[in-house]
């Protein structure tokens, strides 16, 4: 027996006893076996959460067990009418990420010229053309320990921490949308098991 969460999401204004028969249906469907059945949907009438992910917490935080079932609405910008500063903010972080990949990925001893690295951790001397041409990894094939030095892995942090930066901002921005210029959707979670 394994269980099963999923989401969907509606119009506001969707038929909620279609929406009932149809996922009653798709669940009978899923557990022909085992007999198992949808149970009632719980459509919280308020608040509305400002973004999908905010209703999929409340729903996880207001969850009863036992395979409730229950609904929440957000809002959602609406495609295509985004603002200038989010479509700004979406091109910033793609400059970002890729900083954030190259850096992430660059090979230790593709930038070094000594012909042996050593490791920090457990003190072996590292032939850099092995780790080049052999392992083309940044991780000590000995120890498993990175061998990129602090000031190094300092800066992939950094260049990390401004990537999440702008999504936190492409969040608030997405939420702001929606809130001026969105629409209402409910997110329903339904669980069974089959
Ligand atoms: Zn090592």
């Known amino acids: 027996m394994s269980h099963n969460i ?11 006893d279609k929406v009932f028969s149809e996922l009653s ?12 059945h949808l149970n009632p949907i719980r459509w919280v009438p308020a608040p509305v959460c400002e973004s999908i992910d905010a209703a999929q917490q409340y729903i996880e935080t207001h969850d009863r067990g036992w395979y409730d079932c229950l ?7 609406i495609r295509g009418k985004e603002s200038k500063a ?24 593709a930038t070094v010229t000594a012909a042996f690295i050593g490791c920090k951790s457990c003190g072996s001397k590292l032939s850099r053309e092995h780790l080049l ?4 990894s940044n991780q000590c094939p000995l ?16 260049a990390r921490d401004s990537m999440e930066e702008i999504n936190k901002k492409m969040e608030q921005e997405a939420c702001r949308m929606a809130k001026t210029n969105g629409t209402v959707r409910w997110l329903v979670k339904i669980e069974f098991h089959t």
């Open 6 to 16: 999923q989401y969907r999401d509606y119009p506001e204004n969707v038929d909620k």
């Open 25 to 36: 249906i798709y669940v009978q469907n899923e557990c022909w076996q085992e007999g198992g």
């Open 71 to 77: 609904a929440v609405r957000y809002r959602e910008p």
């Open 86 to 109: 989010y479509l700004d903010l979406v091109k910033r972080r793609a400059k970002a990420a890729d900083r954030y990949n190259k850096m992430y990925r660059e090979l230790y001893a």
């Open 133 to 136: 041409t052999r392992t083309r």
């Open 143 to 158: 120890c498993g320990a990175d061998l990129r030095p602090a000031s190094t892995l300092e800066k992939i942090q950094k």
